[in-house]
């Protein structure tokens, strides 16, 4: 009888212990998250990437690989020359008559900002022959005379302003980002703060990481920089330049 009595104990404290234990984890558990908080991760999370972006951006330095046009500046480019069809020729051609100077963009801090550099690797007169053949690219007609019509800076001014002007706010104007008399390239460039947007406008803006530029700024699978280029133009469809890392 004792030894019923005494097996009838351990057995309910077992079942104690066992039911106790099940309530502790019970209420360990940790609650789903609700969608606002899932939102909230999110947001944090985009926040995180946009800097990423930005920084690895500043970080790096870029040669130009292409400049994609919109098919809607491709077809201006074929059509009539005349208005603003010629800047859409213009702009195909120049960004692809830079590509003999193999330039490389760089960026260095200064203050809150970073100044953006364009480095052309030829000197003397290797570089004199190259300024001369991109003026010829642009300006077939003067290809006849064997000279610059134009100053050596203010072509090295235009053609390194392919490469910084895809980095320029949204107001500025062609020529804004150098300086023709030096041809050197005077633009800076201010990080876009996306920690305070809401959900949805970080959704929409988190590529935006350039403050006054509007267009998009990302990596692609090949780890290129893509810089959107959007021009309305021609219409509602993005045009872009691909860089990649400098060796």
Known sequence: MKKRNLLSILVAGFLALTVFSCSSSE????????????????RKALAVTSDSIFQAVVEGD?????????AEMLEAKDGDQAGSNAFANTKILR????????????FAKE?????????????GEDLTNLVLNYQNTLNPDFAAWGILVFTQEELMAEAKG??????????AKPGD?????TGKVTLNVKQYDVSELSYENMLLNYTKVVEGNDDRIFFNQESQLIVEDTDQTYGTGTSYYVFEKAE
């Open 111 to 123: 203050g809150d900002q970073y100044a953006v550099s364009v480095s052309i690797p030829a000197e």
């Open 62 to 70: 870029w040669k130009l690989v292409e400049f994609v046009p919109s």
């Open 162 to 171: 392919v490469l910084a002007g895809s980095f320029s706010t949204d107001d």
């Open 95 to 106: 960004a692809s008559a830079v590509k003999p100077f193999d330039m490389t963009m760089s």
């Open 27 to 42: 209420d360990e558990v940790t609650p789903p998250l609700t969608a606002e908080e899932l939102q909230e991760q999110t």
């Open 177 to 181: 980002a150098t300086d023709a008399e």
